[in-house]
């Protein structure tokens, strides 16, 4: 163990520059993060991650922001364990109908403010899913959604482009 | 590809199936057969229903050979399987949600992915509208003073796919652990009905994220089965090249996981920068870094650069160099074998009786690997050992994935050798003759995958059955956590790591 310690301490951060905020998501963001919101939060947000269906691609994309590459808690964002601990939700998946109410009480249980971040082609328009008679489709047809972000599954770098623009957003 | 909408002429008798033929039985012979399988004759692989028939496909004893059976049942019932083979329980509660059929005989007649949430019942067959409602699920009974249970989820704490966990316990002790799942379910068997070849691809793909790879595999393999189509060898070399990728990736990630929820944090970062790099790697190579929708019916859709070649033999001589001393902070960190060693046994017995696949099964005695079992190309030309354990606990399942690692480093060494040079996939298009059925058991990094598909004359799938191993994994966790730690349970999970998604459909 010692010398994985030690060869972190040697070693350069592998840690990459922060990719310039998307563009597309400044715009959407425009309107939503008010000054009074960064007033309380600062520039720190906990994030509650809830997949409302997803084939669990984007999952694995959103677990791959925590490593050294990508190291997402730089920017004051981390993943919490509760949604009584979060001001984000980052949903995914096209909403199954088994899902619905467990995300609406999730949402519920969130306290104000809070936004909702839908990330991935299902949680857009239910993807690949849509039609069918066990999804909803959208996140934004279940809880108010504040931005999006696609891709199929969104890479790690469109994920955080996406969560730099809504930090940014903030200032 | 050229799907000319055409009336199905009728061939001579059912259509059968390729590359193992599909008979008909009649109640004694179904019945026969399920006896047979609680005695551990042969192995279930499936049990999946169409609107008035039931399949079952199995694995015969000591033969590379698939069994698939059909029992017509035109009076919506059919001779319960799971009432003398637990493991086709859910499977066959699953077929009742979806299609109506009734198992007679059941042991257990709760609905299973039919939460009442659809405003349907029985979708796939004759549906019937009902009040969109959550009906109420029966958990099991548990009694004695001191116990109390614990709901878990669906929602979870960490960055997981949902399902509902029932905890029985008796101070910090696990006395009976029920699952109840269903929550992801997409809806995936109706979505296939009618789709083109192309549109069922994708679906396919997105099954079970983490297995895209293995799931698009399985799928073409059916495909190409039915259609007997010719698949050029550097297809073939690519595909796995693909299929071990996304299994390393996914071990490595694991292995990681299941460090970190015993709390040893130093491990999961470096497995992590493996998975990393190896996640770009097929970025760079295929275009996506899990590789998404890269196998297709009759190929690949993309080839394999020469830069891209050097740069993949470059990584595994580096994981190759990382691989011992992940294996050493593993195995010679003392707390973290505290925690896995003895913890969430699954013993021989029950791995054999469930058929149970990939690194669960294999931990626990049963070797089974499609690779080797049934051989499809290009494995018989390649040589690798899969890992064997009869531990049966978290550790043994880390070490089975340490051995897996090996193995798919071993493979993608040869397959960047000996790839040869060609087309990358067959020029093929249904011939609209007849209906066709093919199938496949492919090996995902969780397990097999066995897929079962029909598809009419005007090159569309009329019906098309995706079983995840995750089927006969799930039930075996709850026997794995029953007298261990409730604390200990984040840790069995993550050891068996079983997908909601592909098993909820
Ligand atoms: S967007 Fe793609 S990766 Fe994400 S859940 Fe949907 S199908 Fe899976």
Known sequence: MQKFLLQGLLRSALTERAPTPDTASMAELGYTLGRTARQKLGRSLSIREVDAGSCNGCELEIHALNNAYYDLERFG???VASPRHADVLLVTGPVTKNMREALERTYAATPDPKWVIAVGDCAFDGGVFCNSYACVGAVAKVVPVDLHIRGCPPD????????????ENME | MNFASKQTAARPSQPTCLPWPRELVDEGGWLALAASLAKGERELLSLWGESSSVHMAMLEPREPRLRIVTLECPEGAFP???????????????????YGLRPEGASDARRWLDHGRWGLRH???????????????????????????????????????????????????VVRLEERLGFVHKGIDQLMCGASIERA??????????????????????????????????????RALMAELERLANHFGDIGAICNDAAFALMQAQCNLVRERILREAASAFGHRLMM??????????DLKQENAAALLAMVEWIELMTPRLIALFGDTTSLQDR?????????????????????????????????????????????????????DVDARVWVRFDEVK??????????????????IAAWAPPDDWTREGAALVEGFRGDIFVWLRIRADGVVQRCHLRDPSWFQWPLLEAAIKDNIVADFPLCNKSFNCSYSGHDL
Request: proline letters at 9%; a negative charge; hydrophobic letters at 40%.
């Open chain 2, 340 to 392: 896995t060693v003895g913890t969430g046994f699954v013993s021989e017995a029950l791995a054999r009786q469930y058929a149970c696949g990939g690194y669960v099964g294999r931990a626990s005695g049963r070797t089974f690997d499609a690779r080797k079992a049934i051989g499809y190309a290009p494995y018989p030309r390649l040589t690798f050992e899969v890992g064997a354990s009869k531990e049966g």
């Open chain 2, 80 to 98: 319960s399987v799971g009432g003398v083979h637990p493991p086709a329980s859910r499977l066959e509660r699953a077929i009742h949600d979806l």
């Open chain 2, 201 to 238: 691809a994708r679906i396919a793909a997105r099954v079970s994220g983490d297995s895209t790879v293995a799931y698009s595999l399985a799928f073409a393999q059916a495909v190409e089965a039915a259609f007997d189509v010719d698949v050029p060898p550097r297809a073939i070399y690519l």
């Open chain 1, 77 to 79: 964002l981390r993943f």
């Open chain 2, 123 to 173: 979708p796939c067959s004759a549906p019937e509208k009902i009040e969109s409602t959550c009906d109420p699920y029966a958990f099991l009974p548990t009694e004695g003073e001191p116990l109390h249970q614990i709901p878990v989820g669906p929602v979870h704490a960490g960055i997981i796919e949902p399902g509902h966990f029932r905890f029985s316990a008796n101070g910090e002790t």
């Open chain 1, 156 to 167: 790690p770098t469109t994920l955080l482009k996406g969560l730099i623009a809504f930090v």
């Open chain 2, 407 to 424: 193995a798919s480093l071993q493979i993608v060494r040869q397959i960047l050798d000996d790839a040869p040079e060609g087309p990358i």
């Open chain 2, 293 to 302: 929708d890269r196998i297709t019916p009759g190929g690949t859709t993309v």
